[in-house]
């Protein structure tokens, strides 16, 4: 297991190499670049911004100097279109924001869309099966920008209840719609897959087994069911988390919560190279401790997947 | 065994077990009007071939119907009627009354638990035993249907294992909880025929060492031979012929259980041809007002195709109109 741990955290390094080579080469390629304006600058201002920003070298040599001072100061260069600001500072102000919605509207997608789902399960073709299965469909083509609107309009304008923006060092009351809108869908899937998977588990022979063993309904479902039936789940919530995190843009513009998405927007306009190049790297950090923490998981879970790590 | 026996109440009596299934296309008349007795200690053969019932019967036994499933008769054990028992009651049956053995030792096994916490859950549940002794107890049948190295490989998972030896723990399962009743369901099916053999000699020596009856429900009317004391032959789920497996191999009586004789291939003879039965396994969409086998019989006459005849005749028990043994 360690080993293939270890194995598996050096492939990140290859894998990132490649991604900052291509992801520089396509920014540069896109038309525009972040000090093209409307009115075009005087060529001797524009020489000298470019050369202040090191952008007067060969695009190999640009590169090479960012990849440079990433591994050797962990430094992803200053922003260009926010003055005096690095990647850092603006990644290390809004990513925890986004993170800790991200987690919280993750934690609301399993704590309720996994008893939904086996509760839809074991009423399988009943009432709240029906409701429960209609009501999943129906938030799961729910939009995201139309559902924060219509909370906003709830529990902000009518209720009084939540704030209907900003963060507020991220106190509970600021953090709660943010995490529901972000995640209502995603639950609403996690609902149907647990029902589904559930549904076939509790079809297989083993059950069939556990039943002949004499067991109450109960201890079969959670000692012999629960852990298969939650293993498509898992599977499904490792790329959901990072699209929760990555599209959370709307989220970050919406409720103001100064969550990295903003600054990915902000930096998308703007051609602000770097902002994007750091955001890409990050965001594919986070996919790749994903992606092992799941595999950890698997592996923890199925004893098939474990043997075979070697 | 039979005639050994101080009480005279069977262990087990099955009263005109029907089994239908609701089906997208209607419903299916699975099992029809089986009626069979088991005495304490008795080996008892269900043979058919696939679709005839078999499997439900012993499925309609342990409460274990598919959902769309519905069985109506008689199941009596131990004085009480299994078909009208609430579950939890039934649970206090299943394996520690009766076990049963399950066809594909690939599936029915749990892949995510220790074969230890398999074994081991069923003594906890039905006799309160510690965890300690539970193991112990696991070890023990473990031993017993002879896995090798039993200790070291109390906690390993179902696919570490080979075929044969998933089986031998899908064995061990039934015998937890030493039943009175071991309900063998293929149990040799998916195995190649020299683990077949294995299977089959450790099933006969468990047997005979705890007692314990034994229906086995099979195809294979070769495993049957050196096993079972009585035979029922099932087709289109009515019986055919209920017998001492000796007379079944030696005077078949029903032309149904002849025809399934000379499928079989025959070592003494092997350039005889293998005589297949013509025609397919009836629909069952109906129960059946007529011998189910008729349509396929060659000595069938006109009234075989207007009466369902009773299981008759004594020792020997068949139901048809015209008996092999009538026509020779």
Known sequence: MLNFTLRRLFAVIPTILVLIVFSFYLMRLAPGGPFTSERPLPPAVMANVLERYGMDEPLHVQLWSYIKNIVLYFDFGPSFSQKDRTVNDVIAQGFP???????????FVLVCGVPLGIIAALRHNGFWDYTMTGLAIFSQIFPNFVLAPLMVLLFTLSWGLLPGGGWNGGQWQYIVMPAIA???????????????????????????????????ERTIIIRHALKPALLPTLTYMGPVFVYMITGSVFIDVFFSTGGIGQDFIDGAYSRDYSILLGLAILYSLLTFALTLMLDLLYAWIDPKVRSSMG | MRDTQTNTAPLLSVRDLSVRFRTGDGLVHAVNNVSFDIDVGEKLAVVGESGSGKSQIALAIMGLLAKNGEASGKIMFDGRDLLHLPLGELNKIRARQIGIIFQDPMSSLNPYMTIERQLAEIVELHEGASR??????????????????????????PHEFSGGMRQRIVIAMALMCNPRLILADEPTTALDVTVQAQIMKLLGDIQRDMGTAVVLITHDLGVVAGFCDETLVLYGGCIMEQAPTLSIFDAPGHPYTRGLLRAVPNIEDPAASLAAIPGSPPSQRKPPAACPFAPRCVDAVDACHLTLPDLDGDGSKRACLRPVEVLT
């Open chain 1, 97 to 107: 924001v986004t993170l800790t919605y991200g987690f919280w509207s993750a934690i």
């Open chain 2, 132 to 157: 300690r002794d539970a193991r112990k107890r696991a070890l023990e049948v473990m031993d017993a249907v002879q896995i090798p190295d039993a200790r070291a490989r109390l906690d390993a998972y």
């Open chain 1, 182 to 216: 972000l995640g209502t869908s995603y639950m609403a899937g996690v609902a149907r897959l647990t029902r589904g998977s559930m549904l076939e588990v509790l079809n297989s022979p083993f059950i069939r087994t556990a039943r002949a063993k004499g067991l109450p």
